[in-house]
């Protein structure tokens, strides 16, 4: 198991930036596959971004590509999500995840979570 601990989260107005960070405990960080994802109220958790142990692969939800970008640093066990660009209906409360098989679009693919972080952006 890995430990995940998100910050980085707050208040932000549209068209503002914030930089979003997963930090890892517990286990080797570079064995593991790391996702975003987020859940507005009222919604389902989706999917945002994800990146494989290596840093070779990546994918964008298609919301939110060419306004956010994910990367990592296995030297400091983080994870990142730089968002800019944002917009109301970015808000949400944002997670990371993580999983040492596979690198997916689903919650399912993923076993270990963070508690998330707030992300609200005003109009």
């Known amino acids: 198991q890995v430990q995940l601990v998100e910050s980085g989260g707050g208040l932000v107005q549209a068209g503002g930036s914030l930089s979003l960070s997963c930090a890892a405990s517990?286990?080797?960080?570079?064995?593991?596959?790391m996702g975003w994802f987020r859940q507005a109220p009222g919604k389902e958790r989706e999917f945002v971004a994800a990146?494989?142990?290596?840093?070779?692969?990546?994918y964008i939800a298609r919301s939110v590509k060419g306004r956010f970008t994910i990367s990592r640093n296995n030297a400091n066990n983080t994870s990142y999500l730089q968002m800019n660009s944002l917009k109301p209906e970015d808000t949400a409360v944002y997670y990371c995840?993580?999983?040492?098989?596979?690198?997916?679009?689903?919650?399912?693919?993923?076993?270990?979570w963070g508690q998330g972080t707030q992300v609200t952006v005003s109009s």
């Open positions: 990146i494989s142990w290596s840093g070779g692969s990546s």
């Open positions: 995840a993580a999983d040492r098989l596979r690198l997916g679009q689903r919650i399912d693919d993923y076993d270990n």
């Open positions: 517990g286990r080797t960080f570079n064995g593991y596959n």
